[in-house]
């Protein structure tokens, strides 16, 4: 595994299927069809952040076991522009898309700044200045 790309990116489906179940979702979701499907949790050591998607959007409503008030909208090229898409396996990230993610997480829901910042501590300290 590159030392850069600690942290992933978990698929929870679609958005249109499983927002609305998102504080339920842990093992299974609902895919384009309706059919519960095992989600499949990524072996990095880092954070995991759990994503749905959202027409051509990445929407992230959870960090780790942390489900999010207010689901963060993220463009993916700016997470990783050489793929196009994380697709249904998820995928790794590196320490610095990582340190975006949570960043954007903590500012679009303050109220949950508590549960949220110790994952910080997750994050090699030059990538939390970028």
Request: overall charge positive; charged content about 30%.
């Amino acid at each position: 595994m590159p030392k850069n790309l600690r942290h992933a990116v978990v698929h929870y489906g679609t958005a249109r299927m499983n927002f609305e179940n998102r504080t339920h979702l842990t093992t299974h979701f609902r895919d384009r069809d309706g059919i519960e499907v095992q989600v499949r949790l990524s072996k990095a050591p880092g954070i995991k952040f759990g994503f749905m998607d959202d027409d051509s959007h990445v929407r992230v409503f959870r960090v780790q076991d942390v489900t999010l008030e207010n689901a963060v909208v993220v463009d993916w090229r700016k997470i990783r522009p050489d793929r196009p898409t994380p697709g249904p396996n998820g995928q790794r990230i590196s320490e610095q898309a990582a340190a975006r993610l949570l960043r954007m997480a903590i500012a679009e829901n303050l109220e949950q700044q508590a549960s949220l910042s110790p994952y910080e501590g997750l994050i090699r300290p030059e990538a939390r200045l970028k």
